[in-house]
């Protein structure tokens, strides 16, 4: 696709002098093939002159066959960096396009997308030009080389033909297992490095568990896997090499051997001896790809197929409703409504709610409570259309009116002012406007003690986990969208700053969703979607809920 539409001129320009790099050093070859014929029969008989002659010919080929090759490696790795450029973007806007970063999350067959993404696709492009780059100069070379041949033996050209068939069937018969190796290589390495990762981003918790003995147990046992696949590997790439050392040891004797009778019996000079050695080592490479290649191209192969699945299940659809699988439709409309909504877990094995109709009062707040387990925020998973599996419709207003506040805060890569103002980073906010949100949160002392709104800092760690709430309601603030949904969002504060953050919220004019075990939140709602296990559900204003409970001598 690269060839083929953006800048496709400048890749096919590039393309186009990388070829004729290609085919001006083949032809240096051919020229040097036929100067060392006259320089080896000089050198033979002793001929000084012609000697002198043919090694200023060499010379000369040299000084330009050094710019060619280097400048024909300088485009392929340019052309080379261009197209993963290009194929990175490529694959980064289907990640994105449809949340398909999420959905993914459920698809076994497809691990590690960041490593696809990152290295194999690096590794495909670098290596596809590296083959393409092979395949032609082989083509070239032995279109170039064979016709020298044939005017020298034709016993040497069938000789040649037949030991490449043979190496390239044996190699095939013997190399096939390597590619599900590399396949499974390339797995067990992206497992093992995500295993450290994960440490790396969970070391508190790691650290206050004491767990350092299980974490590692498990980055020991991806290594273990790792290495048992590439001891098989090694183990079959030195059952090839059995085979494919051989091979290349035999060439260095087998042409000598077929001309050998000839140079003897006078009817050659020597220098044809070493011209026709120098052609059919040229030929039998371009004949002997699948041999000399193969490790790398079942290393190649492996790294296609994961690019081609993870493709695959980017461009997979979204499930649609059918007679045996109905989905939730979901409907943009400016209410918040759930309407005979039946909703199960993405796997269909339990039942989170069923036929419940439901709607948020505008300008006010809706409280979804019931015990741990019983799907609070998995409704909110459906509300934002990141679940779809049972029946009903959701309308909802459009998710650019809507901010999503979970109780983990998502603190982006950048600067405090980015963290503010996330996800609309091209909103304009003077840091006047900033600081008087801030305060509005009781962090009205973050950017001095960070240096600045422009500070870059790792603010998953820096901040506490009550510090990242505040921050997400500081977004919601500045933002002041229609429609607010917050799972728990308030869950490492204490009641005070709770207290607070809702009052303002409550005057906002905002309508919001929240999910929540503190009877405290109850005091800012208007009515309660109470979840109750099984799929059984009530939905009632604020006060009835709170009746029910101090009648039954239940909790919230």
Do not use: C
């Amino acid at each position: 696709m690269y060839w083929f539409y953006e800048e496709k001129w400048k890749a096919r320009g590039i393309l186009a002098l990388l070829l004729v790099l290609l085919f001006g050093f083949t032809a240096l070859n051919v020229i040097l093939n036929y100067v060392g014929r006259d320089f080896m029969t000089a050198l033979a008989e002793k001929n000084l002159p012609e000697f002198n002659r043919t090694l200023l010919l060499y010379l000369g080929a040299f000084a330009v066959a050094t710019p060619v090759s280097v400048f024909y490696s300088f485009i392929r790795k340019t052309l080379g960096i261009n197209w993963r450029l290009w194929l990175t973007n490529h694959f980064l806007g289907k990640y994105f396009e449809n949340r398909a970063y999420y959905h993914i999350n459920d698809d076994k067959s497809i691990d590690n997308p960041d490593q696809r993404i990152s290295q194999d696709i690096s590794s495909f492009t670098v290596t596809s030009l590296g083959f393409l780059s092979i395949l032609v100069f082989s083509l070239v070379q032995l279109i170039s080389f064979i016709g020298i041949l044939w005017t020298i033996s034709m016993t040497l050209v069938l000789v040649l033909l037949a030991y490449a068939a043979i190496g390239t069937v044996v190699t095939m018969f013997f190399g096939k297992r390597l590619i599900n190796l590399n396949f499974q290589q390339l797995r067990r390495e992206a497992d093992f490095r995500y295993g450290l990762v994960h440490v790396r981003d969970n070391v508190e918790s790691i650290a206050f568990y004491r767990g350092e003995g299980r974490e590692k147990n498990q980055v020991r046992e991806r290594l273990r896997e790792a290495i048992g696949n590439l001891r098989m590997l090694i183990g079959w790439e030195r059952n090839l090499e059995f085979f494919t050392k051989g091979y290349e040891y035999l060439i260095l004797v087998l042409p000598i051997v077929v001309m050998a009778p000839l140079y003897f019996s006078g009817q050659i000079k020597f220098g044809v001896m070493t011209q026709a050695e120098s052609a059919f080592v040229q030929v039998l490479g371009a004949l002997s790809i699948i041999v000399s290649q193969f490790e790398q191209l079942s290393n190649f192969a492996a790294g296609i197929t994961r690019l081609e699945t993870f493709a695959a299940a980017l461009d997979r659809p979204a499930a649609k409703a059918t007679a045996e699988t109905p989905v939730i439709e979901s409907n943009e409309d400016s209410r918040l409504a759930l309407d005979h909504v039946t909703l199960r877990t993405p796997n269909d094995q339990q039942t989170l709610l069923r036929d419940a109709t439901a709607e948020v009062p505008s300008g006010k707040g809706l409280l979804i409570a019931g015990a741990s387990g019983a799907g609070k925020s998995s409704v909110l998973r459906a509300v934002a259309g990141l679940w779809n599996a049972g029946e009903g419709q959701i309308s909802r207003p459009p998710l650019q009116e809507m901010l999503f506040l979970p109780q983990s805060p998502y603190m982006v890569l950048g600067s405090l002012r980015e963290q503010l103002l996330y996800p609309h980073l091209d909103r304009e906010a003077s840091d006047n406007e900033l600081r008087a949100v801030l305060e509005k949160v009781n962090l009205a002392d973050l950017p001095e003690r960070v240096g600045g709104f422009d500070a870059e800092l790792d603010w998953g760690h820096l901040l506490s986990l009550g510090e990242q709430q505040r921050l997400a309601f500081a977004r919601l603030f500045l933002t002041r969208p229609h429609y607010a949904i917050l799972d728990e969002a308030t869950s490492a504060l204490d009641v005070t700053n709770e207290a607070q953050l809702y009052g303002q919220l409550q005057g906002s004019g905002t309508t919001y969703v929240s999910v929540g075990h503190r009877p405290s939140l109850l005091a800012y709602h208007d009515k309660v979607l109470e979840l109750r296990g099984g799929g059984d559900w009530r939905f009632v204003p604020t006060a009835e809920f709170q009746l029910s409970l101090s009648h039954q001598g239940e909790s919230f």
